[in-house]
């Protein structure tokens, strides 16, 4: 296996499935084989998820909501989907433990990053909730963070398209894929991979991120095997 530690990153869309709201069973049970399949292999993985399918504190405030406090909702809204995924990781056999960055102590763990890594090395998949606990923030700069603090050897960015295209791949037809591209090519392209703030903290931090399709079965094994189906980012 090419990582042994891995912070995997998926969106709350990515939990919807073909749906428009909330939470798709069958998508997280797909989700938890492939990640069974990975940590049978000695791989270890902690996971950040996001909210977006339930609450984005930037739509409350388009709508007249207080910043913060639809945040604060945002931020719980990733302690569901965290609970979710828990549930589904338990059902496939997974030993789990759900951290949240805000304190909800009778559903999950504080987070502590000694006890992260040490459930980590005991073979124990960690969610991490609750993003960063700070609004303002996106779980994407919560997964580069929490990557960076377990260290691990990369983040892998699961999403519904299989890379880093020049163009948005769903609206241009002619759009080009990279396999590997720089940090500092993408900032130059003015590429969309994770917010600026998460990604400066990858870039600062020579963390790799690797872009690519956890839709369709057993790509994730493909990436931890060094199998390049997605897009490299890297220094
Ligand atoms: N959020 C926050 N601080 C964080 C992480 C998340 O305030 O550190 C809130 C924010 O309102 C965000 C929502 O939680 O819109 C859901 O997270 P995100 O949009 O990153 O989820 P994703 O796009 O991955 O589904």
Same mark, same amino acid.
């Given at each position: 296996m090419k990582y042994k530690r891995i912070l995997l990153k998926l969106s709350?869309?990515? +939990?919807m499935g073909n749906r428009q709201y909330g939470i798709d069973p069958d998508r997280l049970a797909e989700y938890a084989q492939d990640i069974k399949t990975i940590t049978d292999l000695g791989v270890e993985v902690a996971i950040v998820i996001g909210g977006g399918n339930i609450f984005r504190g930037v739509a409350g405030a388009s709508k007249g909501m207080d910043r913060v406090q639809g945040d604060h909702m945002g931020m719980l809204a990733t302690v569901i989907n965290g609970l979710a995924l828990q549930g589904a990781l338990e059902d496939a056999g997974l030993p789990t433990r759900l951290q949240s960055a805000i304190k909800i102590n009778e559903v999950a763990e504080p987070f502590i990053r000694r006890k992260a890594m040490r459930h980590l090395e005991k073979g124990r998949v960690v969610i991490f909730g609750g993003?960063?606990?700070?609004?303002?923030?996106?779980t994407d700069s919560a997964a580069v963070l929490r990557a960076i603090e377990i260290e691990a050897d990369v983040i892998l960015k699961g999403t519904r398209v299989d890379g880093i295209y020049n163009a948005d791949p769903e609206k241009d037809a002619k759009a080009i894929k990279f396999n590997n591209i720089s940090f500092d090519d993408v900032l130059r392209k003015g +590429?969309?991979?994770?917010d600026t703030t998460a990604f400066t903290l990858s870039q600062e931090n020579k963390l790799p991120i690797i872009v690519f399709d956890?839709?369709?079965?057993?790509n994730l094994l493909k990436v931890i095997s060094g199998e390049n189906i997605g897009t490299v980012v890297n220094v």
């Open positions: 709350g869309e990515a +939990l993003g960063t606990g700070n609004p303002y923030f996106t +590429l969309k991979v994770m956890m839709n369709k079965k057993g």
